[in-house]
Nanobody, 129 residues
Framework: QVQPVESGGGLVQPGGSLRLSCVVS????????VAWFRQAPGKEREEVGC?????????ESAQSVRGRVTFSRDNAKNTAYLQLNDLKSEDTAIYYC?????????????????????WGQGTQVTVSS
């Protein structure tokens, strides 16, 4: 059973930073891209970004976080990371990571939710003073 599990959320002051982790069990993560999404209260889920498979040389980020976000991965730990800086109140949301059904042999990744089959339960990020 493939299961992503997010961690690292919490209460952060505006302007602060956090790093979320996504540990994937049930498969070797290396050949799979990892995407991040978030859902704020009362809003629809939106994409945050993704990191490509293998060494993760390609990343993509949504306009809302571009310039403040970094995606990375450590295949030896079966873990992907999201680093978000200069946090704003509008970053408050539940953050989810997701992996696709099968390996993706590509130098790119997609932020399209339908491309991803296995989702974590999410980790809450609250930005407030």
């Amino acid at each position: 059973q493939v299961q992503p599990v997010e961690s690292g959320g919490g209460l952060v002051q505006p302007g602060g930073s956090l790093r979320l982790s996504c540990v994937v069990s049930g498969r070797t993560l290396e050949p799979f891209p990892v995407a991040w999404f978030r859902q704020a209260p009362g809003k629809e889920r939106e994409e945050v970004g993704c990191v490509s498979s293998d060494s993760g040389l390609f990343t993509e980020s949504a306009q809302s976080v571009r310039g403040r976000v970094t995606f990375s991965r450590d295949n030896a730990k079966n873990t992907a990371y999201l680093q978000l800086n200069d946090l704003k109140s509008e970053d408050t949301a539940i953050y989810y990571c997701a992996v696709p059904w099968g390996p993706v042999i590509s130098t790119m990744c997609l932020m399209t939710p339908s491309e991803y089959r296995f989702w974590g339960q999410g980790t809450q990020v609250t930005v407030s003073s």
